[in-house]
């Protein structure tokens, strides 16, 4: 009980500094997509010079688990040198930024172009 209180007084003290908590999509497409790029493809200087994983394949996705992603963004690492992020972020932002990572390969985040009618044939 006290612990909560003590994390409530803490996370109220940190969104008085920053107005309002960012949500993950605005902390991702400032804090991660200077790589990633907002839409995790990684076709970024930075995601070019580090060899960047492609967060937009599911097939890619699929090779690591939450967890790994949650300890690679926190200590950073991976075969690729990524940066740790724990003295940029607290423990609490992490995952919601690694589920949103998830979200950039889900077919359903991004509707297709072609969502109208069936292009006639030739
Ligand atoms: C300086 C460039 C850079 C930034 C900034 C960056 N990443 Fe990465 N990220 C990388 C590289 C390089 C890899 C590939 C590492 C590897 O070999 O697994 C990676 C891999 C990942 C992976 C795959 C993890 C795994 O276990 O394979 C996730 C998820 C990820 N990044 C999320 C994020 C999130 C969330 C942020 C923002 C907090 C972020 N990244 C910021 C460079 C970056």
């Given at each position: 009980m006290h612990r909560f209180?003590?994390?409530?007084?803490?996370v109220g003290a940190l969104s008085a500094d920053q107005a309002?908590?960012?949500?993950?999509?605005?902390?991702f497409?400032?804090?991660c997509a200077t790589c990633h790029d907002k839409?995790?493809?990684g076709n970024t200087?930075?995601?070019?010079?580090?060899?960047?994983i492609d967060l937009s394949s599911a097939a890619v996705q699929?090779?690591?688990?939450?967890?790994?992603a949650i300890k690679q963004v926190t200590e950073?690492?991976?075969?690729?040198?990524?940066p740790a992020f724990k003295n940029k972020l607290s423990p609490e932002e992490i995952p919601p930024l690694v589920a949103y990572a998830r979200v950039l390969a889900a077919p359903a985040a991004s509707p297709p172009a072609d969502a109208g009618p069936a292009a006639p044939k030739k």
């Open positions: 209180v003590f994390v409530a007084a803490a309002r908590a960012d949500t993950p999509q605005e902390s497409d400032r804090t839409d995790g493809k200087k930075m995601g070019k010079k580090f060899g960047i699929a090779k690591f688990t939450d967890e790994a950073g690492g991976g075969e690729k040198w990524m």
